[in-house]
């Protein structure tokens, strides 16, 4: 097919403009110069931010199906939302030692990224300051689509990771390889894990000095003729806890459990099929509160208990028979451990997911690039022109 001398020009100029918005180049997706402004709008209840100017950290938050990674703090009391565009966040960890955020992005294939805070200063590369700034795209690795990444979490100075679709845990070297390094008894078959398919939705870390000393959480111990993700996949009261030392069951009688951590000398976890948040006793589930929605993603700080709720998808409503699917929101609820109190909640009223939460030093970074509001072109292409990381 001939094309004309003008069409042609014209084609060549649209190849030289696209591409140049550091939000797509960064997440490495072009829409993401498209973020719709509504997913963005939040509301917080009277409480939130003076609590999170008390403990001076900034909370990262994935947001999975509206394509967002987001930071919430009050340094000096004052609120700061900032944001950066990612294809279907999910796991996020943070190793605190190295200032290394790492966040899954679960597609096909599976990508991790890892963001560092840049040291702000003036003038071009090479003339960066020591000022903790924002939270930049450092390095991107690719993992095959079949690991299907859930959550992540840091031993030393190593990455880890669920690889829900193989039911087991994985170490993810920078270099795109990996390799199983623990699965629960129940999906073993012949000494070695069955991994050609997601099983048991393995899903979750609470990381100890170990992995032996971690513990896991999972919709299921059985192999059966339904997998997780068909509707009909049974959960209630299916949902497990392993011990990493022993790999059986050490907690039973959950529904779809997401978000285990350890805290306190307790072990948490988000009974998302019940709204719930609560810690192990005496192998079953101590309820400390119930929230307004599917529970899943938290951290904890102290006797604060960060713990988000999202909206149940329709098609989903079956995995959550303890919920009032119509009244689920998408938010995130400070939640005093000891006494189950709701001490602030912060609400995206047009959000729909979050999948995980994690915290860092407010005096190592200023959020993430994107601030909530109007974008500012020649700050974001300076900040990406001089960006350094040490």
């Not at 119930?290 to 709720?309: E, I, K, N, S």
């Not at 995206?348 to 030093?361: L, M, R």
Request: aromatic share 8%.
């Amino acid at each position: 097919m001939k094309v004309g001398t003008a069409e042609l020009t014209s084609m060549w100029e649209g190849h030289a403009t696209e591409w140049r918005d550091p939000a797509q180049v960064c997440s490495q997706w072009r829409e993401a110069s498209a973020t719709d402004p509504r997913l963005l709008v939040s509301r917080a209840t009277r409480g939130f931010w003076d609590l999170l100017a008390a403990i001076d950290l900034t909370l990262l938050v994935t947001r999975e199906y509206e394509h967002l990674v987001m930071a919430i703090g009050a340094p000096q009391g004052r609120p700061r939302l900032t944001f950066l565009p990612m294809p279907h966040p999910s796991g996020l960890a943070v190793n605190r030692r190295e200032s290394r955020v790492y966040v899954a992005s679960t597609r096909n294939p599976n990508l991790v990224f890892a963001l560092a805070p840049n040291r702000r200063g003036s003038g071009r590369a090479g003339a960066g300051g020591k000022v903790p700034g924002a939270l930049v795209p450092v390095s991107s690795t690719f993992y095959p689509g079949s690991l299907y990444l859930h959550d992540l979490a840091v031993f030393g100075s190593a990455l880890y990771g669920n690889a829900t679709g193989h039911n087991v845990v994985v170490s993810l070297a920078p270099d795109g390889t990996f390799a199983p390094v623990w699965w629960p008894r129940c999906i073993e078959r012949s000494g070695r894990p069955s991994m050609e398919r997601n099983h048991i939705q393995l899903n979750s870390i609470a990381g100890g000095p170990s992995l032996r000393e971690s513990f896991f959480s999972a919709s299921s111990t059985s192999v059966g003729r339904l997998r997780p993700g068909h509707l009909n996949y049974p959960v209630d009261g299916r949902g497990v806890i392993f011990s990493g030392r022993t790999r059986e069951p050490i907690c039973t009688g959950l529904t779809r459990p997401h978000s285990a951590r350890r805290s306190g000398g307790k072990l948490w976890v988000a009974n998302s099929g019940y709204g719930e948040l609560g810690f192990v006793s005496r192998g079953a589930l101590e309820v400390v509160t119930r929230l307004p929605g599917w529970t899943r993603g938290l951290c904890l700080v102290g006797d604060v208990a960060f713990v988000a709720t999202s909206r149940v998808l329709p098609r989903y409503r079956g995995y959550a028979p303890g919920l009032d699917v119509l009244q689920s929101r998408c938010a995130i609820h400070a939640v005093s451990v000891s006494s189950g109190r709701v001490l602030g909640s912060l609400e995206w009223p047009n959000g729909s997911q979050v999948f995980a939460i994690d915290w860092i030093e407010n005096k190592k970074t200023t959020g993430l690039p994107f601030p909530i509001g109007p974008r500012h072109s020649r700050r974001e292409i300076e900040l990406f022109q001089t960006f350094r990381i040490n």
